[in-house]
T-cell receptor, first 112, second 120 residues
C-alpha cells in the first residue's frame, strides 16, 4: 500500500547546525510529496511540497528534492534556529479525494 | 479569513458519553477531513468528505460518525466514547486535487488547531 517512512526522533541540534530529516515513500505511482511542520500546541502547516520527480520544494531555508530513483524526499536546512523546534511530518498524496498519508513525525529540538 | 476552526479546544468525557466535534472552514473548500494524532503514529485519517452531503471512511473509522450538511462544516461524532479514543483530533480542508481530474498532483490540506479529547 501507500506509506511514508521517516526517521525517528527526537533530533537535538545546536543552533546553526545542519539538519537532515530522512523520508522515503512507497513507489506507487508518482505522488505529490509534502513536508508539514507542527509547532507546539498548534495544527499542521505546510512547509513545502513537490509534485514531480526532480522538483525541489523550498521555504524558510528548508529544502527537499523529489528523488524518484531512491523514492526519497529528505528535508534539509543549512543552519537551524531555536525557532525551528517543532515536529516535522512527511506526507504523500494517496488515492482519490486529495487524501494524504503521513509519516509518524520527527521531533526537532534546537538548543542554543 | 479565520481558515479552519475547531470547537471545542479541550474536552474530557467519561466512558460511554457522546459528543460532537465541530469543524468550520471559510475558504470555500470542497473537501474536508478528520484525523486523529497519537504518539508514535502520526496522523491517521478517520473520515473525509468530497462535498456537501457526502462522506467516506478513512483508515480508522470505527467508533466515529460524520456529517457534512453544509459545505463549510464537517462534524465528527462519538456515540459512545471509549478510552482508546483519547487523542488529539485535527480537521483539515482542501480544494479538489488535480489527481481527481485525471492529472497526477495533489493539493495542500489546511489544518485546524486541534481538539484534545480525554476519555476516562
Amino acid at each position: 500500500g501507500n506509506s511514508v517512512t521517516q526517521m525517528e526522533g527526537p533530533v537535538t541540534l545546536s543552533e546553526e547546525a545542519f539538519l537532515t530529516i530522512n523520508c522515503t515513500y512507497t513507489a506507487t505511482g508518482y505522488p505529490s510529496l509534502f513536508w508539514y511542520v507542527q509547532y507546539p500546541g498548534e495544527g499542521l502547516q505546510l512547509l513545502l511540497k513537490a509534485t514531480k520527480a526532480d522538483d525541489k520544494g523550498s521555504n524558510k531555508g528548508f529544502e527537499a528534492t523529489y528523488r524518484k530513483e531512491t523514492t526519497s524526499f529528505h528535508l534539509e536546512k543549512g543552519s537551524v534556529q531555536v525557532s525551528d523546534s517543532a515536529v516535522y511530518f512527511c506526507a504523500r498524496g494517496t488515492g482519490g479525494g486529495n487524501k494524504l498519508t503521513f509519516g509518524t513525525g520527527t521531533q526537532l529540538k534546537v538548543e542554543l | 479569513n479565520a481558515g479552519v476552526t475547531q470547537t471545542p479546544k479541550f474536552r474530557v468525557l467519561k466512558t460511554g458519553q457522546s459528543m460532537t466535534l465541530l469543524c468550520a472552514q471559510d475558504m470555500n473548500h470542497e473537501y474536508m477531513y478528520w484525523y486523529r494524532q497519537d504518539p508514535g503514529m502520526g496522523l491517521r485519517l478517520i473520515h473525509y468528505s468530497v462535498g456537501e452531503g457526502t462522506t467516506a471512511k478513512g483508515e480508522v473509522p470505527d467508533g466515529y460518525n460524520v456529517s457534512r450538511l453544509k459545505k463549510q462544516n464537517f462534524l465528527l461524532g462519538l456515540e459512545s466514547a471509549a478510552p482508546s479514543q483519547t487523542s488529539v483530533y485535527f480537521c483539515a480542508s482542501s480544494f479538489p486535487s488535480p489527481r481527481d481530474r485525471g492529472l497526477s498532483s495533489y493539493n495542500e490540506q489546511f489544518f485546524g488547531p486541534g481538539t484534545r479529547l480525554t476519555v476516562l
